[in-house]
């Protein structure tokens, strides 16, 4: 196991050099966050991008992510040319070394909060998600601004996606993401780019927009489209781990002992009521993820790959980025090396 951490580039207030400060971490997972979906990454741009995180004692571990194209998700005639210009990004980032890319297959929006400031009783702050709230919020006076949704659609353009999503059930959506995989994969396995798709998050339907990313079946369904080695999964125990009919254990070993795991987001929810949760700290005793009983199932799979921490709580006052401060993530680095550390010497 690879002990990685996100970093949002020159801008983030969490910087590299801080992150090299926590101990164990060896990698970097980061993006072009400035370019459009459906625009080609230029390769020296990403090789600047490596550049500076290999100045800094680091190494460029993942990409996550470039974002595919609404059009593609949709099945429009437009999708083979955003479909021509994402394998030609994937073909970059293979020509600069970058081994993983981390991408979704969300529709519209990425992961969804109602709050991001959720206060805790410690003091700290955390993300939170109730549907019963999100059903209630009027979007048309919210001006369309939720936590952690897309900010490159206008009012009107996430209306006219919302009216093109109707005609799109969940049997279609499978077939878009097939096809897309289908043209997408063998290019990322001749450039040596492993392609790890992140579940939806929260992995059920919301507002009315499909999902199909958010069980284990679905995974396994997943992994079938296209029999590639390329083909893989970012397991993120926080986003499966919200819906508590998903047997985290299990499905690290499926879709890991089928080799399929090519990155972990190793994080931790409480789960409050039904489909009502919120993102609690890192150990096994403070959320609804059985956090030891995952590692000794990547373990028992024999996982070597990227993991980082993901979201943490906002503590000791920092502010900055929702989810992604440096102090909690910290810890949650911390607390899941000794975890790996304990699982590998208790097999020996």
Known sequence: ?????????????????????IPGLVGIVSALYDIPPGAVWPLERILALKASIEDAGLAFDVVESIPVHEDIKLG???????????????????????????????TV???????????????????????????????SSVGKSLPAWATSYSARQIDELFDAYKQVDEERLWDHLAYFLERVVPVAEAAGVKMAIHPDDPPWSTLGLPRIIGSQAALRRFIRLVDSPANGVTLCTGSLGANPANDLPAITREIGGAGRIHFAHSRNVRVTGDKKFHESEH??????????????????????????????????????????????????????????????????
């Open 76 to 106: 429009r005639p437009s999708r083979d040319a955003y479909i021509d210009a994402y394998c030609r990004s994937v073909e970059h980032l293979g020509a600069a070394g970058i081994p993983v890319l981390c991408y979704n297959f969300m």
């Open 109 to 139: 929006f990425d992961w969804t909060r109602t709050r991001v400031d959720m206060p805790m009783p410690d003091g700290s702050t955390t993300l939170s998600y109730d549907h019963e709230e999100l059903k209630r919020i009027d979007l």
């Open 1 to 21: 196991m690879r002990m990685t951490f996100r970093w949002y580039g020159a801008d983030d207030r969490v910087t590299l050099a801080y992150i090299r400060q």
């Open 283 to 348: 150990p096994s005793r403070f959320g609804s993820v059985p956090m030891l009983e995952v590692m000794k199932a990547y373990r028992d799979v024999g996982f070597k790959g990227p993991m980082r921490p993901d979201h943490g709580r906002m503590i000791w006052g920092e502010t900055g980025r929702a989810g992604y401060g440096l102090y909690d993530r910290a810890l949650g680095a911390m607390y899941l090396q000794g975890l790996w550390e304990g699982v590998s010497e208790g097999k020996r």
